[in-house]
């Protein structure tokens, strides 16, 4: 299995993406992040998943943006 075809426990995530359970809980319950839970308790998290998830919440720079409307 691929690194990013791999999954995390809710514990991996938050160190993946450096915020605490609290945040992650949230994110999850609000169905913000991409989840399984196939016994309906414990949470995982594809690698894959999230990663396509943070690329699709970037920003802009302003020097990007200033590109575009030139």
């Known amino acids: 299995m691929?690194?990013?075809d791999r999954f995390l426990t809710l514990a991996?995530?938050?160190t993946y993406l450096g915020v605490s359970?609290?945040?992650a809980y949230k994110l999850s319950h609000?169905?913000?992040i991409p989840k399984y839970c196939p016994?309906?308790?414990k949470?995982?998290?594809k690698k894959?998943?999230?990663d396509q998830w943070l690329n699709g919440h970037r920003i802009m720079s302003e020097k990007e943006l200033n590109h575009?409307?030139?």
Do not use: V, Y
């Open 21 to 23: 359970k609290s945040f």
């Open 39 to 41: 016994t309906g308790g």
């Open 48 to 50: 894959s998943d999230i």
């Open 2 to 4: 691929a690194e990013t």
């Open 43 to 45: 949470i995982w998290f």
């Open 30 to 32: 609000r169905n913000a």
């Open 12 to 14: 991996e995530l938050c």
């Open 68 to 70: 575009l409307s030139n």
